[in-house]
């Protein structure tokens, strides 16, 4: 289907028509697994490839339309990076979302990258943005994912490991039991929330992490030379389990989590829509994810939180810099309470219905809902800077003469 909207629709509405009709089937598939086939532990869940594949349809087509439909001058430096300025043929297209290694559990990548690696251009073409010579190479080294993928399968078996035990241990449903709702005190009920999601994540370290390792043992996902001359194979990671776990702000956390997800949103909607991005952006994310009531509690939850973290680091943070202890005294409270605020809003996620949620939020007493609304109101948030646009070539001339 929408294949069929690619060729035959317009270049000015290429983008639109294929993020209705994908995002519209997702959906649709979203309420019948649920309430038709009786969404349950032993029905087949053949959602995740529908998302992975709607994350790639609606990227590919947003592409499309920046390489054929807008003006270079008009796009970003990673737009103008990933613009596609040919349409796939059938048998590119198909390639590229239905094959092996990402067919399953993703994750999402950019059809120029997935191109280059099909026609074997892809390690070559990192490789060459790095001078050689300097570093001693009278020729381009082979770099090998061995080593990337053996440690990526570690972590594996580590998180599921991690997970098998602390989920027995830590069950979510403890969330909404009698003792946890009525008879604990707020910081018992603080702590175990935390725990609770912290035994809960292991599970998508796992699920990432494989699917990162399966692209990486066929040679896809080498992202040139870190900072310490290291070859890199994390263009494709999905997450940053260090940064996650370590992380003092809301932006930071979510920049390291679901890390492909979050660049497909960036790209599909936040910045696109003239108004509202980052609630839009939440809501999309949400519809995504699939229609349980949880879903919206966590991301409209979201929005407020990373509102009000952004202005308590815009109007304070600079204070904390002037020492070394005020800066280390800072990291640890945005630490935990960037830890906590996770915890409190992304509980709704793995409770999903409206009942619970709302007795866990109400044992809580809405604390941080309350609080970041606090925060909103009487600090000022400093709007986003817009993204300087590079030059085409003939405005640089144009300057010129």
């Not at 697994?33 to 990227?59: A, E, N, V």
């Not at 709702?181 to 009920?189: G, T």
């Not at 936040?270 to 919206?296: C, D, K, M, N, Q």
Request: proline share 4%; hydrophobic share 45%; net charge positive.
């Amino acid at each position: 289907m929408c294949y069929g909207v690619m060729v035959t629709a317009s270049v000015s509405n290429i983008h639109r028509y294929s993020f209705l009709v994908a995002m519209g089937y997702l959906t649709i598939c979203h309420i019948s697994r649920i309430y038709i086939f009786h969404y349950g532990i032993l029905t087949t869940d053949f959602s995740g490839p529908l998302m992975i594949i709607t994350q790639k349809i609606t990227t590919l087509a947003f592409q499309i339309h920046d390489g054929l439909g807008r003006k270079a001058e008009d796009l970003s430096a990673e737009q103008h990076r990933l613009a596609v300025k040919v349409k796939p043929s059938l048998l590119e297209y198909l390639s590229y979302h239905l094959n092996f290694m990402s067919v399953i559990a993703g994750p999402c990548n950019n059809f120029k990258d997935y191109a280059a690696f099909i026609e074997g251009r892809h390690i070559h073409m990192k490789l060459l943005e790095v001078n050689w010579k300097q570093k001693g190479f009278h020729s381009l080294p082979e770099p090998s994912p061995s080593g990337a993928v053996i440690q990526k399968l570690c972590m594996t078996l580590m998180s599921l490991l991690l997970f098998l035990t602390l989920s027995k241990s830590f069950p979510v449903t403890f969330l909404i039991d009698d003792w946890f709702v009525h008879k604990a005190n707020f910081l018992s009920r603080l702590w175990y929330l935390y725990v609770v999601m912290q035994a809960a994540k292991p599970k998508y370290y796992f699920a990432w992490t494989l699917a990162d390792a399966v692209h990486n043992a066929a040679g896809f996902g080498f992202n040139g030379v870190d900072a310490d001359g290291h070859f890199s194979w994390d263009l494709l990671s999905n997450l940053n389990i260090w940064k996650i776990e370590t992380a003092t702000s809301f932006k930071m956390y979510l920049e390291n989590w679901n890390i492909q997800t979050s660049a497909w949103l960036k790209c599909v909607c936040y910045e696109r829509v003239p108004w509202y991005p980052t609630v839009l952006t939440f809501l999309l994310s949400a519809l995504w994810h699939g229609i349980y009531p949880g879903y919206y509690f966590t991301f409209l939850t979201g929005v407020p939180v990373t509102l009000a973290a952004r202005a308590v680091r815009n109007n304070y943070r600079h204070h904390f810099l002037s020492s070394k202890a005020r800066k280390v005294a800072y990291d640890v409270v945005t630490w935990a309470a960037t830890q906590l605020a996770v915890s409190y809003a992304a509980a709704p996620f793995v409770l999903l219905a409206v009942e619970p949620t709302i007795s866990l939020y109400k044992s809580m007493f809405f604390f941080l809902h309350i609080i970041s609304l606090l925060i909103i109101f009487f600090l000022p948030i400093k709007p986003r800077q817009p993204q300087r646009q590079p030059q085409s070539e003939n405005s640089v001339k144009k300057k010129v003469n």
